[in-house]
């Protein structure tokens, strides 16, 4: 039997303001415990919220991101439930009307195609506070840092099919939020978090019963927990049995699913109104101000580099992904590199030490400009793309600039042409038999001689000379 | 003697060096400590004293404002850096709190001298102070009747000559009804004109600070230094405060007061509704029209209201938890061990009751029957006050059904949520109301509300100053 999967997601985004949303005090990570809590986020008696209004600049960006409708009166609500890291025993959140309504937001395919995903709302609320298990024998600790932290939770429609399409859509909003610089898009630290809503069903059924998965911080672990729980529901139905509406806690660690609690057992959230709050009204001269101050859109900007690079769809789609991807390629091409290297070495060499050294692109040790200086040396042939890894290698390394390292190294190409016939001649004569299997229809042996050449010059060697002269020589 | 002067002739006391702020004080406190009402949960004497002192040395190099040295009484629901704020609750018996509310603060600038903090009903939920925790207050006019609440600490402070002037907060009456039982005035401004920032919240919608005084006059100098906005409430109102004193005289020829026919029908006690009758008489002599209107769902009030309040509260007491500050369990088990046995323990029987019954109308399938219906009845009571304001200029009529009841004489709730009937709408519908001494019914004072439009205090200060000019009611006292 064919199943298929249904995966809504809820994101919450950490909003990089200065301050918390309802009181003063700092929302820098990583303060020591309960130092930056005034007496609103720990609930004392007789305070008061006050709404940041950055925090709404920053909600009213995002929907505009999005092209979603704009509820210019929303209100916020409170999600009453006791919790010891929820001080006021509730959350101060948005229920009824969130201030960003309807949008949508395309996601790149495996196989190339773009798919709309619908985003059913975006509202503010408020963080809790952290409880910490593992601290104490006896005890819970609570910081209270993090209470009051501003959240954008980003709701999706429960449009994606697979557990790539939902990694490939939490990307996607993970990078607008970035570009859009309302978060900084940490995951370790929490600062976005997925939580995922699976359900499966038989093609064309109504949607099935859905289990929500937490505790999600990062990519890998999104796609894992999906294809678990997939697996699991499966498995259920196929066995006859039915699937029960609960909230499944994902463990990395053991890379398994539990329940937290099932629909019974979930709280009454009692939601009203925060009489303490007004409602928030948005004018439409908030929004033109707001709209103006957007930067390019990855949408846009891969449009543009498709347009004016002639860079392909797949490549324009990569390296607009992040912004600061596509800010190192354009500072590139504005120096003057070509754009079909520089697309492949950011994707490809640059890329890969980034991934493997887990160093975020504006942390390079090697900069756009420095890239762009050794493209150039393949560019004017002064080293080969097989040398230039080398050189990359040791730039990565910190061993000095593109001209030292080839200077010091002795890796300039050669360009004595004399001197590389000799070499070939040398390479011709000592395989004679080779060059018979050649002459007799073995065109794969053309590689083997370049091989040979290569390896006596040390690579030096420019391989098109190389092809050329073999194939004259041969022939 | 000091304690018969108001507080515009205590500051010229001042002003004149008759007396000096620590004598003032010192008289007091002196009055406190013979006082057998138990109006106060804390008096805080040494502080008094020190702020009484700093007091007359600004007065003495002449840079003092208007109230400096003028000694008060805090209802304990306004949070008081350094020292005790238990909002009448077991829950909060050890709370110090750790910062001035907007109205300590303001009072503070001014250089006032705070005596202490009052006796009130437990998160200012009731209207007669039997508290169970820091015991009844009494009513100074007759030791075996309730003063009134829930800022009946406040005053029977200020009808007993212990304090000039209290402050109080009014959710559904507390500042208007223990104002009219214990024969002084008091004035619940519009919402939105006093921060809320540091008044421990019952009913957030609802609440409303204000003052307690001998006279309109006071009430008028007292409230030039409590309204204004606050950028740290945001329901505070961002419009400019006038001088409440300066219209006080204007004559009152061509007033329209508007009698609700609804608040003259039964349950209405006949002796107050005599003194009312009359009070509207001298309102006539003084060349005010009376016409009589209809605010058809007041009656709905008590419903309403008994839906909004109990709503927000049972939110707004969950930070009572046991958890950071505060009452909490001995020996708790586990997390909800915890929680309820703390919050068991530490509230009262009226506070738990009204939690309940929040909880229960905003849980799923009950929030839109009764929360949203009871915000529907609210707009209609609003609609109700728009429409008479159209014709008239104030609203009079009762505060309270009946003069002050006999301690313990009332057992069940019902009955007691049936005293607010004349003043919870006010609430509702966010508007200014006022209660002033009007006479006596059975020796017992009774009091006149006067209802007026938004933001119309200068307004109803006016009316109450005319009447006060014109009798003598005000300057009636239970003691010497």
């Known amino acids: ?475 | 003697m000091m304690h018969n002067l108001t507080i515009a002739e205590q500051i010229i006391g001042l002003k004149n060096r008759d007396f000096s702020s620590l004598e003032l004080t010192q008289h007091y406190l002196d009055r406190i400590n013979d006082s057998e009402l138990n109006a106060f949960i804390s008096i805080t004497k040494e502080h008094a004293i020190n702020q009484a002192k700093l007091a007359d040395s600004i007065l003495a190099k002449g840079n003092a404002t208007k109230l400096t040295g003028i000694p008060y009484a805090h209802k304990d629901i306004f949070c008081t850096k350094g020292i005790k704020t238990s909002a009448g609750s077991k829950m909060l018996d050890s709370f110090i709190s750790p910062y001035d509310a907007t109205l300590s603060e303001k009072l503070n600038s001014e250089n006032m001298v705070m005596l202490g903090k009052t006796n009130m009903d437990e998160f200012a939920m009731g209207s007669s102070n039997e508290n169970p925790y820091y015991g009844a207050v009494k009513n100074p006019w007759d030791i075996n009747r309730v003063p009134g609440g829930s800022s009946g600490g406040s005053a029977a402070a200020v009808a007993a000559r212990i304090t000039p002037f209290a402050t109080g907060t009014d959710t559904g009456g507390s500042i208007r009804q223990p104002a009219s039982l214990c024969g002084i005035t008091g004035i619940k401004p519009t919402y939105g004109r006093i921060s809320r920032y540091g008044m421990i919240a019952y009913a957030s919608s609802l609440d409303q600070a204000g003052p307690l005084t001998l006279s309109a006059e006071d009430a008028a100098i007292i409230l030039n230094a409590m309204a204004g906005f606050d950028e740290r409430d945001s329901t505070s109102a961002n419009k400019s405060v006038p001088d409440y004193t300066k219209n006080l005289s204007k004559s009152l020829s061509g007033l329209k007061i508007g009698l609700p026919k609804e608040y003259f029908s039964e349950g209405l006690d006949k002796g107050v509704e005599k003194v009312i009758m009359k009070a509207i008489n001298d309102y006539e002599a003084m060349g005010a029209e009376i016409i009589e209107v209809s605010l058809p769902n007041s009656m709905n009030a008590i419903p309403a209201y008994y839906i909004v309040a109990p709503c927000e509260c049972s939110s707004n007491l969950s930070r009572f938890d046991g958890v950071r500050y505060g009452y909490r369990c001995e020996d708790p088990k586990d997390l909800n061990d915890l929680y309820m046995r703390s919050r068991s323990e530490g509230f009262g029987d009226e506070v738990k009751r009204r939690i309940m019954i929040g909880a229960y109308a905003l849980s799923a399938g009950y929030y839109d029957a009764y929360y949203l219906k009871a915000q529907k009845v609210r707009q209609l009571i609003s609609e109700d006050f728009k429409k008479a304001f159209k014709e008239v200029d104030v609203i009079m009529g009762p505060v309270s059904p009946t003069p002050a009841f006999e301690l313990g004489s009332i057992k069940d709730s019902v009955s007691m949520y049936l005293a607010d009937i004349y003043t919870l709408s006010v609430n509702l519908a966010g508007l200014p109301g006022m209660s002033i001494p009007a006479g006596f019914s059975d020796s017992l004072p009774v009091g006149l509300q006067l209802i007026g439009n938004h933001w119309s205090e200068e307004l109803l200060l006016n009316v109450a100053h005319q009447f006060q000019l014109n009798t003598d009611w005000h300057h009636s006292s239970p003691v010497d």
């Open chain 1, 1 to 475: 039997m064919t199943w298929e999967t249904v995966i809504g997601l809820e994101i919450h985004s950490q909003l990089k303001t200065k301050s918390k949303i309802f009181s003063g005090a700092s929302t820098a990570f990583g303060a020591s415990a309960n130092s930056q809590a005034c007496a609103v986020d720990l609930g004392y008696p007789g305070v008061l919220p006050v709404l940041n209004k950055e925090a709404v600049n920053m909600a009213l960006s995002f929907g505009l991101a999005v092209n979603a409708k704009i509820n210019k009166h929303s209100i916020f609500a409170r999600k009453n439930y006791f919790y010891p890291d929820l001080p006021k025993g509730y959350q101060i959140s948005q229920f009824e009307l969130p201030i960003v309504g309807q949008g949508e937001i395309e996601i790149p395919l495996d196989d190339g195609q773009n798919k709309m995903v619908g985003i059913t709302r975006a509202h503010l609320e408020e963080d809790a506070g952290k409880s910490i298990h593992d601290l104490y024998d006896d005890f819970t600790a609570i910081d209270l840092n993090r209470a009051g932290t501003p959240l954008l939770e980003i709701v999706s429609e429960p449009d994606m099919r697979s557990a790539k399409e939902a990694v490939a859509y939490a990307k996607k909003i993970h990078a607008l939020v970035q570009y859009i610089g309302i978060c900084d898009g940490n995951m370790q630290e929490g600062s976005f978090r997925c939580d995922a809503n699976v359900s499966i069903r038989k093609k064309g059924d109504e949607l099935g019963t859905r289990a929500e998965l937490k505790n999600i911080n990062s990519f890998k672990f999104l796609e894992k927990a999906i294809n678990l729980e997939v697996e699991r529901q499966i498995d259920i139905l196929e066995d006859s049995g039915s699937i029960v509406q609960e909230t499944r806690l994902y463990d990395s660690d053991k890379n398994e699913t539990r329940s937290m609690r099932s629909k019974e057992e979930a709280n009454d959230y009692r939601y009203f109104p925060d009489p303490d709050l007004l409602p928030v009204l948005i004018d439409d001269e908030l929004l033109v101000q707001i709209k103006n101050s957007l930067p390019e859109l990855p949408t846009e900007k891969k449009i543009r580099f498709i347009d004016d690079f002639g860079l392909s769809e797949y490549d324009a789609e990569n390296l607009t992904v992040q912004k600061d991807i596509a800010d190192y390629f354009e500072s590139m091409i504005a120096k003057g590199a070509d754009v079909k290297l520089s697309a492949n070495w950011v994707m490809g060499d640059l890329a890969a030490s980034l991934n493997k050294n887990q160093i975020e692109i504006q942390d390079s040790p090697i900069s756009a400009i420095e890239l762009y200086e050794l493209i150039t040396k393949i560019s004017d042939n002064t080293i080969s793309g097989k040398i230039a890894k080398d050189v990359f290698k040791s730039m990565w390394e910190g061993k000095g600039s593109v001209e030292e390292i080839i200077e010091n190294q002795g890796l300039k190409q050669m360009t004595d042409i004399d001197a590389l016939e000799g070499i070939i001649d040398e390479v011709v004569n000592n395989n004679t038999l080779q060059v018979q299997q050649f002459k007799d229809g073995n065109s794969k042996l053309l590689g083997f001689f370049v091989g040979q050449v290569m390896k006596a010059t040390n690579g030096k060697a420019n391989p098109k000379q190389v092809n050329k002269i073999l194939n004259d020589k041969l022939s």
